[in-house]
T-cell receptor, first 114, second 109 residues
Framework: NAGVTQTPKFQVLKTGQSMTLQCAQDMNHEYMSWYRQDPGMGLRLIHYSVGAGITDQGEVPNGYNVSRSTTEDFPLRLLSAAPSQTSVYFC?????????????FGPGTRLTVT | DAKTTQPTSMDCAEGRAANLPCNHSTISGNEYVYWYRQIHSQGPQYIIHGLKNNETNEMASLIITEDRKSSTLILPHATLRDTAVYYCIVKGSNYKLTFGKGTLLTVNP
């Protein structure tokens, strides 16, 4: 199992550019989510999905879009990048169950918007 | 989900037990206590979780008080590689994890 993979590892964008952060998991997990982490802060939830075709907003959704067409993939789109979106982005997945169990995180994408 | 309170930082000597406290006084009956850690710049890593009984796995032990208002994560023999930010999270039946700022544990040689 590769677990949760994220691409790219690093990205630099100019203000106004758009891009898609990729996330994939090979554990057949129903639940997937995106977090951002700013320096010295905890993780904040951007969007999440409980299955293909189902997405919902988290704590900080503005400026981001998601879709979930397959169980494996959960891309995060930045529509018009802003310097405030400079952050480290983590994707996570987990199985849905009675107690939920552990959530698996990817290695992160470090995004800088100039 | 209930909020948690953790110390900002703690130190521990290598080879000694590290005891990380967490207060969650507003926890409700169906909420679990989860612990994750984040080693510098990496994605968070699951450690352990529990409801009301004490739990142990190969990484750590989780001690939850009888009233469930606080818990302690115990790393029995801390190593330098255990230096990380440790997050205590209380989570109910929804799927979302809410991260606070956690405790920076520094293990010293």
């Amino acid at each position: 199992n590769a677990g949760v993979t994220q691409t790219p590892k690093f990205q630099v964008l100019k203000t106004g550019q758009s891009m898609t952060l990729q996330c994939a998991q090979d554990m057949n997990h129903e639940y997937m989510s995106w977090y951002r982490q700013d320096p010295g802060m905890g993780l904040r939830l951007i969007h999440y999905s409980v299955g293909a075709g189902i997405t919902d907003q988290g704590e900080v959704p503005n400026g981001y879009n998601v879709s979930r067409s397959t169980t494996e993939d959960f891309p995060l789109r930045l529509l018009s990048a802003a310097p405030s979106q400079t952050s480290v982005y983590f994707c996570a997945s987990r199985s849905v169950g009675l107690a939920g169990g552990e959530q698996y995180f990817g290695p992160g994408t470090r995004l800088t918007v100039t | 989900d209930a909020k948690t309170t953790q110390p900002t930082s703690m130190d521990c000597a290598e080879g000694r037990a590290a005891n990380l406290p967490c207060n969650h006084s507003t926890i409700s009956g169906n909420e679990y206590v989860y612990w994750y850690r984040q080693i510098h710049s990496q994605g968070p890593q699951y450690i352990i979780h529990g409801l009301k009984n004490n739990e142990t796995n190969e990484m750590a032990s989780l001690i939850i008080t009888e009233d469930r208002k606080s818990s302690t994560l115990i790393l029995p023999h801390a190593t330098l590689r255990d230096t990380a930010v440790y997050y205590c999270i209380v989570k109910g039946s929804n799927y979302k994890l809410t991260f606070g700022k956690g405790t920076l544990l520094t293990v010293n040689p």
